[in-house]
């Protein structure tokens, strides 16, 4: 048994052998060799087997199109007219049944918990914790949350299948190739702007690591669909009111589109940056075919969407925003002394936010709201009112949002805010952390905490020196 | 025109909606293992859900499948464990994907590779055909989008083309679920050796690489007589091709 093995092994030895001397005899062209062989067989191949009548109408359609989507001059204006537009159908569709679900989830529901809860003889304690605090933060983020994703990722999903992303990839390449990044990331950057978390795990089609991580690093500047109603809100109280009415609506949404804009050059940055430091390499090449334009299956793509993407992000968001409620419920309901945890906190942020352009209320905001953007905005309202001993609202740890622009304007008002305010917590909704569904998925993705660290602090630190000479200028220019 | 069987006409012999069973991915005691194969972007995802009833998002874009799925299904009492490969141009290089895609058919050592092409672009999906075929002797090509090539005008000659191929050819619309019927029983009768395959060799080759690849090959198969893939063997040998080489040396393919 041990002999025969031996003499596998020296057989096999020969084989090898054999196969070097006969490498040296056939020369180094052998693979272009084979290369070119299977191409010739497949030429004679088909030769015999396809009648093709009129070869390449179809293919020129698809040249011309191509011409123009992918030209140096229309290029970049189309991409950047239908990112526009996907977001503009996103943002006006979401708004009627954002609002539906939040008139039940909020206003049916909640008092119906409520007094659920106080036929129960619930203490004031617990049904406010589960209440006004677990449930109104899911209630919240299905609310904010789930009709948006519900509209994009099946526009998204429907520029995928016709065939638009892979151009999208091509156009974008040059500048990707240039930061020392995938020319992939242009699909994952996309992606991002849907849900970060959900582009993270779109960064598997990258195939080298080095640029994998860049793209997953770099994803959280693609402003997400939590984040875009805070920056529509703030843009039209802030900015829109500095502009003659006429102007306002177009002056806000530029101002909105203007961030996403400032995002992208980020991430480019940013890329550019990882790869001359951290993340060294080479760029790879890779190929992309541009498939060939296809009509959409409308019925199935929106089902399958919603299954694979929808309804996966919501369901995590909502895992994590539950105990974030909980926090913030907590917080503004447990006093030390005189004044809540909350009241502290936003005591002790205050210098530091005074310094950034920020407050206290703000940082505390972005601080208990890490599980999800989305309930930024309630939380501000509830904390401002909760400083300011304002008559609106629900009372401490209850957040809400006003049901006009006006109402929420008076409220920020009250509260200090200035357009500087604005702008910065504009900035910083952008160059913030990412959410926390989108940290554990980026720790499930590349498996390793420093990473992880790295993608959560790198744009929070961004996010601080922005903002800081944003308010170092404003005050020196402006005031 | 249509001398082939309707997927929906339920007296064909082909259709067999109550032996079809699919079983997601549910892959347990599988009698025989498929594997699915293919240029980036010609359906190979909507083939796999078409076949195992998942629903794994498909997309107009190469290299959406960028893990090995799995999935199965039940066909006439035998099981089928289904293997997405991810889409490759070729399997000559070294890139990841090539990899996996080559090492699964080679050492995985499916019962039965099914390789998903694009009716459209027939000529530069052959390549890779071409090298499956010779590291495989049971296939069934999948010429898939058919009903684009019906509305481009590209006519295919199915016959000459599975003789030329030596194996049995396919024509389906996985979108529409045409021609998957087809495709159960086809991969059926090729797992059950019912159709046996006569896998195209690569000719185009000089002659000097011709007779080196004859003189490893045959040495291959003096060595390990089962082998069914000694000229592929002979090729990655002369490429120098490390796996194949500690492969050898391993045993892998006794």
């Given at each position: 048994m041990c002999e025969l093995r031996i003499m596998d092994k020296k057989n096999i030895h020969n084989i090898i052998a054999l196969a070097n001397e006969l490498r040296w005899k056939i020369g180094d062209d052998f693979h272009d060799n084979l290369a070119e062989g299977i191409y010739a067989d497949a030429a004679e191949i088909v030769e015999d087997a396809i009648?093709?009548?009129?070869?390449d109408r179809k293919e020129r359609l698809d040249n011309k199109i191509d011409r123009i989507v992918t030209s140096r001059v229309w290029g970049f204006p189309i991409m950047f007219s239908i990112l526009a537009l996907v977001l503009w159908i996103t943002i006006k569709g979401a708004n009627y049944p954002s609002a539906f679900l939040a008139d039940i989830l909020?206003?049916?529901?909640r008092p119906m918990l409520k007094s659920f809860a106080a036929s129960l003889n619930f203490p004031w304690w617990l049904s406010g914790f589960l209440i006004d605090g677990v449930y109104l933060a899911v209630a919240w983020v299905i609310a904010v949350m789930l009709p948006p994703m519900a509209i994009f990722f099946p526009l998204f999903t429907l520029l995928e299948d016709f065939g638009y992303l892979p151009r999208v990839a091509f156009n974008l390449d040059y500048l990707f190739k240039k930061s020392g990044a995938?020319?992939?990331q242009a699909l994952t950057m996309s992606m991002g702007f849907g849900c970060n978390a959900a582009g993270v795990v779109a960064?598997?089609?990258?195939?080298s690591p080095r640029e994998r991580l860049i793209a997953i690093i770099t994803?959280?500047?693609?402003?997400c669909n939590g984040r875009w109603p805070t920056q529509i809100l703030l843009a039209t109280i802030f900015i829109g009111a500095v502009v003659p009415a006429s102007l306002s609506s177009i002056v806000s949404l530029g101002a909105v589109f203007g961030i996403a804009v400032l995002g992208i050059f980020f991430m480019f940055f940013v890329s550019w940056a990882l790869s001359k430091?951290?993340?060294?390499?080479e760029v790879s090449t890779f190929n992309l075919e541009l498939p060939p334009y296809r009509p959409p299956d409308f019925w199935r793509t929106i089902y399958t969407s919603i299954i694979d993407r929808t309804l996966i992000v919501l369901w995590r968001a909502i895992v994590f925003a539950a105990p974030a409620g909980a926090v913030i419920w907590l917080i503004s309901n447990l006093y030390i002394g005189e004044q809540s945890i909350a009241a502290w906190m936003i005591h002790y942020l205050d210098g530091f936010g005074f310094l950034i352009g920020l407050n206290g209320v703000i940082l505390l905001a972005y601080i208990v709201a890490i599980p999800a953007n989305e309930i930024v905005i309630p939380t501000i309202l509830m904390l401002t009112v909760l400083v300011t001993g304002?008559?609106?609202?629900?009372?401490?740890?209850v957040m809400f949002e006003l049901d006009s622009v006006n109402d929420t304007a008076s409220v920020l008002k009250a509260g200090g805010w200035t357009l500087l305010t604005a702008i910065n917590v504009m900035l910083f909704s952008l160059l913030h952390n990412p959410c926390s569904t989108t940290i554990y998925t980026i720790y499930k993705e590349t498996k390793s905490m420093k990473w992880t660290v790295l993608a959560s602090i790198l744009p929070v630190i961004i996010g601080f020196v922005v903002t800081f000479v944003v308010a170092q200028l404003w005050r020196i220019f402006v005031n | 025109m249509d001398v082939l069987p309707h997927s929906?006409?339920?007296?064909?012999?082909?259709?067999n909606a109550d032996g079809l069973?699919?079983?997601?991915?549910?892959?347990?005691?599988?009698d025989y293992i498929v594997a699915l194969a293919g240029?980036?972007?010609?359906?190979k995802s909507t083939v796999f859900n078409a076949l195992t009833?998942?629903?794994?998002h498909t997309g107009n874009?190469?290299?959406?499948?960028?893990t090995r799925a799995e999935g199965a299904f039940q066909y006439n009492e035998k099981k089928y464990k289904l293997v997405d490969l991810p889409g490759t141009?070729?399997?000559?290089?070294?890139?990841e994907d090539e990899e996996v895609a080559r090492n699964f058919i080679l050492f995985g050592k499916p019962d039965v590779t099914v390789i998903v092409v694009d009716a459209n672009r027939l000529e530069r999906n052959l390549n890779l055909v071409l090298q499956i075929l010779e590291i495989t002797d049971k296939a069934v090509l999948c010429l898939n989008l058919m009903d684009e090539a019906k509305r481009n005008n590209i006519e295919i000659n199915i016959r000459s083309l599975a003789k030329d191929l030596g194996i049995p050819v396919v024509p389906a619309s996985a979108r529409y679920k045409e021609g998957i019927p087809e495709l159960i029983q086809t991969i059926s009768d090729v797992a059950s050796g019912k159709i046996i395959c006569k896998p195209h060799r690569i000719?185009?080759?000089p002659k000097d690489i011709e007779e080196a690849v004859r003189i490893l090959s045959d040495k291959i198969k003096k060595e390990f007589?089962?082998?069914?893939n000694s000229r592929w063997i002979a090729f990655r040998l002369l490429e120098g091709d490390n796996q194949i080489i500690e492969a050898l040396e391993s045993g892998v393919f006794v």
């Open positions: 009648i093709d009548k009129n070869r909020l206003g049916d529901v995938h020319g992939k960064t598997r089609i990258i195939d994803n959280n500047f693609s402003l430091t951290l993340l060294k390499g304002l008559n609106v609202g629900e009372g401490a740890g | 929906n006409c339920e007296n064909c012999e082909h259709f069973k699919k079983l997601g991915v549910d892959t347990t005691d599988f240029n980036p972007n010609t359906g009833g998942l629903r794994q874009w190469p290299g959406k499948t960028v141009y070729s399997l000559l290089s070294t890139s000719k185009n080759i007589p089962n082998i069914p």
